[in-house]
């Protein structure tokens, strides 16, 4: 069994916890260990990044040091904002100039510590052809967009993962549970990130575009593994329509949660009823008649 | 805001500045070649005063005041498409994040409402080790006046229950504030004066 630290952060305490439940289910069928961070702490994220860069990573270095203490060398969280901080505290603990002052405020170095996203462990250490081995219930018939978001795979030299501007981890996962994943030309465009609080229009324009889009290509529902991603698109799909005029109506799962659903997990489990907007719509058992589906398809 | 007067550009030309930012961003501002590939891709150019690509001009230029008083420094979200395609390898995101860091400390922060929210963001991790989203609306609405931001979405979230009415705390506290404390201090050393409390209530709109 993998053993792997487990940095769920800030949102998936809140209003992403369906993203935590999700993860630990799915974790836990692909026998890997998540170990919780003991005492972890916020990031920091942008506003910390904002205001001073040691600050940003002596408070995501300090779980680094937790995590290390715990025995694990491996660290994943689900969410991507919390993955750049924690990568920015590795960098800045690697870095001759800046070590010392990271050493002395977090007590201890964090090399050799390796941090990477869900969708990383997911895609690697499990793989979509696992996936595909375990799937009980089939996705097929169903047509989810793969949508990454900004920080997932960016900056490349940071992420260490995927292709920075044309992705397909998260196409290869959502394949492997027997649903089609279209080519999305805005897989990794900005959502309109930490704005939905303070410039709501941002995330109407931005995030309309993405439920445009993916509704052209006659999406589903939209695949997602970042929370904040997971909130302007779903939560505020509503705020969206208001703005944007229009009446979208595209759910917005977690990677995990398409995953638990196609090994065949309850959906209450997995959280699905947190979802704003319905995704009864990916129930459906479309198994059988996958055929006439791609007559519709054309 | 005044635009940029362009005959002035030699008289309000500051030559630090330029070392400034890419002593702060780690960054070689004057790789930039003006190809255009960061405004292109950026998502909030329409928002922006300047378009990324003549931020990077006018920091080469020395322009001081017009870019630490620029709308755009604020209203990026640093997303990292201007990074990923900077044919130079400069990290652009990262100079844009060094200027609002210097903004704060030259006091000259263009969206204060958007700083309050980082600001109150900053609170909730310095008081709880953690953000508490319920706690983090309210008080930051109050702050900037607008007290029903998003309380369209209440009722649903109620339903969901995803609204948590109490914060998670991080028992060690104390290393928290300590991270706080000797960051801030850093930084005082770093600007060469006092510099503007994180969270002060300066920034009220």
């Known amino acids: ?298 | 805001m005044e635009r940029n007067n362009i005959l002035s550009v030699q008289q309000s030309r500051d030559s630090d500045f330029i070392r400034e930012v890419e002593e702060a961003s780690g960054q070689n501002v004057s790789k930039c070649y003006q190809c255009g590939n960061c405004m292109a891709s950026c998502v909030y150019t329409f928002a922006y005063d300047y378009p990324v690509t003549q931020i990077m001009r006018l920091i080469q230029l020395g322009q001081r005041d017009t870019v630490l008083s620029s709308r755009s420094i604020w209203l990026c979200a640093n997303c990292q498409a201007c990074t990923t395609r900077c044919p130079n390898n400069i990290d652009v995101a990262q100079v844009m994040e060094a200027l609002r860091i210097m903004t704060r400390q030259a006091d000259t922060v263009s969206q204060p409402d958007i700083q309050a929210f980082y600001d109150e963001f900053l609170r909730s991790v310095k008081t709880f080790g953690r953000v508490f989203e319920t706690g983090l609306l309210p008080v930051y609405n109050m702050r900037v006046k607008k007290p029903f931001t998003d309380f369209d979405l209440a009722p649903r979230l109620l339903k969901k229950g995803k609204i948590t009415f109490f914060p998670a705390l991080v028992k060690n506290r104390k290393k928290i504030a300590e991270i706080f404390e000797v960051t801030k201090r850093e930084c005082f050393s770093k600007a060469g004066k006092a510099r503007p409390e994180p969270l002060s209530s300066k920034t009220d709109t």
């Open chain 1, 1 to 298: 069994m993998k053993r792997v630290a487990y940095y769920k952060g800030c949102s998936l305490e809140g209003l992403a916890t369906e993203y935590d439940r999700s993860t630990r289910l799915v974790c836990e069928a692909f026998g890997i260990e998540l170990v919780e961070i003991h005492d972890w702490n916020c990031c920091g994220s942008s506003p910390a990044h904002s205001y001073d860069p040691l600050l940003s990573s002596a408070l995501a270095g300090r779980n680094l040091a937790i995590a290390a203490d715990q025995g694990c060398d491996v660290v994943m969280t689900p969410c991507p904002g919390c993955l750049k901080s924690l990568k920015g505290a590795q960098e800045t603990c690697e870095d001759p100039s800046k070590r010392k002052a990271f050493v002395d405020l977090v007590g201890r170095d964090v090399d050799g510590m390796k941090t990477i996203s869900l969708l990383q462990l997911l895609y690697e250490e499990v793989g979509p052809e696992a996936i595909k081995k375990a799937v009980k219930r089939p996705l097929s018939g169903h047509v989810l967009i793969p949508y990454y978001g900004c920080l997932l795979t960016r900056p490349a030299d940071r992420a260490k993962f995927d292709d920075p501007e044309n992705p397909i981890s998260l196409d290869r996962l959502i394949e492997a549970t027997g649903a089609t994943a279209p080519d999305f030309p805005f897989k990794t465009e900005c959502c309109g990130a930490t704005y939905g609080v303070t410039r709501n229009e941002f995330v109407g324009r931005l995030s309309g575009r993405i439920l445009d889009m993916a509704s052209q290509l006659g999406g589903e529902a939209i695949v997602v593994a970042c929370p904040l991603c997971q909130q302007n698109l779903d939560m505020r799909q509503d705020q969206i329509n208001k703005f944007a005029k229009r009446d979208f109506h595209l759910p917005v799962p977690y990677i995990s949660q398409v995953i638990g659903l196609s090994l065949g997990i309850s959906p209450k489990k997995l959280g699905l009823d947190k979802l704003c907007v319905s995704p009864d719509v990916l129930l459906e058992d479309r198994a059988g008649d996958e055929k006439r589906v791609q007559e519709q398809a054309g």
